[in-house]
């Protein structure tokens, strides 16, 4: 057992690991839901899968778990060294909101058929 510091009052071992768990677990699943929709036309690849890029499975989803299950969890790692553990969950909320904001402005998968396939009229 960790002997209390004085950022840590009252807190006990098995609370701040439950709170790890769901910290990485949220993360984990708000990666998965910002990825799924963004992904969906590169793994289908639109007409007779001419599009198709697994490499969103392959590549982009182990990241961007990784990441979104490490984003809040380091955060929350960080702030509860000097702030209380309820502000440290607001912190680690925090960064994983601009994390999820950050991959959606930078990744950005195919997301319509080449030039050709949409012609109207054909």
């Known amino acids: 057992m960790r002997a209390n510091t004085p ?6 071992p098995e609370a701040e690991r439950q709170a790890r768990y769901f910290l990485a677990g949220l ?5 998965l839901a910002v990825w799924a929709p963004r992904a969906a036309f590169s793994i289908d690849g639109g007409f007779e899968a001419h599009a198709r890029d697994l490499s969103v499975l392959f590549v982009d ?9 490490l984003v809040p969890l380091l955060s929350w790692a960080l702030a509860i060294r ?19 904001w950050g991959l959606t402005e930078w990744w950005t998968p195919r ?3 080449d030039p050709g396939y949409d012609i109207p009229g054909m």
């Open 82 to 100: 000097r702030v209380p553990p309820w502000a440290g969950a607001v912190a680690a909320v925090a960064a994983l909101a601009l994390g999820v």
């Open 7 to 12: 950022g840590r009052t009252g807190t006990k």
């Open 61 to 69: 989803l182990p990241l961007i778990l990784l990441g979104g299950a």
């Open 111 to 113: 997301q319509h058929p």
């Open 27 to 31: 993360g984990a699943l708000t990666g």
